[in-house]
């Protein structure tokens, strides 16, 4: 199981997620990437459908929840039902670079 980071930022300016993690790496994360890639069931079903969610740019994650093995994020479109656990917010730091 992947350790929670010891800081979460988060910038509404410039639309990222701040992670530090316990091994001191620092990683950014797209509010609207995020959007895109949120882990609820509905969101899950639309993309093997083969669909992509269109998000605008100015998204901004409003709220972040912790879920102790993740966060949950509230998007300022108002969806809610996502949570992202650490380590697929990992691998989604992963798949943006």
Known sequence: MTAAPVAIGNSKD???LRLNWPDGH???LDHAMLRRHCPCSQCRAFRLKGMNPVVAPS?????INSQGYGVQLVFSDGHERGIYPWVYLQALSAEAQ
């Open 14 to 16: 410039n639309g990222q």
């Open 59 to 63: 998204i901004r994650v409003v709220q």
């Open 26 to 28: 620092i990683q950014l």
